[in-house]
């Protein structure tokens, strides 16, 4: 366990090692640099900028220096100064833009992963148990649907249902009164009510995809002859059910669990966008609009850090679950 | 005949007839046939994958000939029917039939709100009518004419209302078909190109190169794509020209499908190389090529186009979403995703419902890819069951 947990921590590190170096390069490819861009800024004010005067800010800031050493120095401030740099558009700090609007990504993140699995588990047994009955039938063709509607489509069509049929509005994470109010129960109670609107929007494709999972492997799984001879030594039903086929099947679900996060987090930022939800997906198309490189670059980062951590986590779940990835069989 | 009820079973998709000789012809038929004529055979049995391919037949007509299907040119405007809501198409009036016909327009300024509101004028009736003269083009981009499919001779004709600057939305969405569906085909394309040349390196050197490339793979997938596109996209300079952005998103696009596509090329690649049928090519003298081309490619291209009409849909929904936050296309091309940039909040929605619309074609579109990749797959391998 302690060897394949190093392993899978060690492919975590490289993996992020790797990414930093992606994120640097959309932050250099806009053409021109930050002086170039200053330079720009301040001839629209009227200063008088000249080749010598850009050079020099060059310098200073350091942009003359070969790439990598670019690069050593953005990552070093980040990894060891949590300095992510500053915000071109807003002229603060990166971390103070971002905030605590991460952590409402990561708990939006969070939700829709429960309620993935809390609708998808379920509805998977039931369709594999009634195979061809209408149920199973209805839910095959809403998982068809949910995976051909695109979520910030399925988010603009919900809107467009809430304002036309029920009189309301969606968007956002809390009721108005509660937007400016000071953290308490109650605020907590409206964030819930919200959020199941947006974790619905982004969980609907990976829903549709985990029950069609669920219900195949279930398939697979309900006619083995472990399953009848436990049933032929009187076991309940409803134990046996939980207590063989679903262990079993419950495997592939949780291995895509990596895969099913870094999908949430993809369609994340139109959603919220769409929803008009107080996380980093305004701020993040916003900062890729204005060509906020840092501000766009550090999101990029942190989004991807969380699916390779979320992945990391999905693979020690797997090991707690299967004793065959814990002793290091390949899987 | 032992072997009577195995052909039996292997046929049980195949459709059978109630007479022996008959049987016997469709035994025949079903031994003789190419694989692509089986393949044909198994795909016609599904019925939703028909329907995929008829609407994707219908997509194609569109793209090709949107000239000549839109009522009007895309950038033609109607500076008296801002905003203006859809007109129905009416076929009876007092309860008698008519030609389809639309009803003029009259406005009406609220004097409380400003608002203008706009009504069907009853009185005025304006018939469709097929072939009539109009905007003037240039038919496949060569045989200058002026002839729509249909239009209206006096007055306009707004099917799916028009937007805020008074254009078309009917025949924008027709021409947006032609944007989206190209910039799909030739993302494939690139994907295509890159999956074939990555996977058949991985599956035919293996050993170590293989492993790097799996890894790499790996850690691609494991980026959440859409805001990486989102961030390459973002990066392309703001004074491009249009053809040029147009390009540039499709090169992004491309580079979307390709992991998938090359996992399946090397994994093909490596199963099909321990095949009975290429051990005995080989036994037979074949040459390499031979064995490549004649028998590996054959059961290889059909999960191959099974895959490229699986990730078709992603190059739509990239494209769409990319355009629709506005860092892809940008007007003057028309795509679904930059018409859908006017649809972006709930005011827009509350007011002028219709600019919804092409959010259908979007939905249309990628089920019908959906369909037909589901009816491939299961057609793809017709000895199967």
Redesign the interface.
Known sequence: MARFLLQRFVIMLV?LA??SI??FI?IE???GDFADRQAYRMKSTGVRVTEADILQMRHQMGLDRPWYERYLSWIGNIVLRGNFGISLSQHIPVTEVIGERIGFTALLAFATLIFTYGVAIPIGIFSAMRQYSFGDYFFTFLG?IG????S??LA??L??VS??VFNS?V?GLFSPQYVEAPWSWDKFVDLLNHLWVPALVLGLAGTAFEIRTMRATMLDEKNKLYVTAARARGMPEGRLLLKYPVRVALNPIVSTI??NL??I???A??VA??LALPDTGPL??NA??D?D?YL??A??LL??TL??VG?FMSDILLALLDPRVRYGERT | MASATGVSGRLGWFRRAPQDTDARDAEIKYYTASQFQLIWWKFKRHRLALIGTFILALFLVIAVLAEFLAPYDPFNRNAEYLFGPPQAIHFFEDGTLHAPFVYGITFAMDPVSFQLSVKEDTSVRIPLQLFVHGDAYKLFGIFPTDIHLFGVEKGFVHLMGSDKLGRDLFSRILFATRISLSIGVIGLFIAFFLGLIIGGISGFFGGAIDNVIQRFIE?I????????W??????L?KEWPPLQVYFAITLIIGLLGWTHLARRVRGKLLSLREEDYVTAAKIAGSSDWRIIFRHMLPSFLSYIIVDLSISF?YMI?GE??LS????GLRPPVISWGVL?QD??N?RA??LY?WL?AP?AF??LA??AF?FVGDGLRDAADPYSR
């Open positions: 993996m790797g990414l992606i994120v959309t490819l806009p053409p068809y995976m051909a509607v695109p910030f489509l603009l069509l809107l467009y304002v036309f509005n968007g990596g895969w870094t999908a987090i993809a369609g930022p139109l966008f769409v993040f198309l890729l609009l060509q490189v766009s670059g999101m990029l989004y991807s699916t390779i992945t | 850690f997938r494991s980026i959440p794509t859409l805001p990486l989102m961030a390459l996209a973002a990066s300079p849909p929904l769409t979403a629709f936050i506005g860092l859908l649809a972006q709930v929605i509350a419902p919804f959010v979007v939905v990628v089920l959906s």
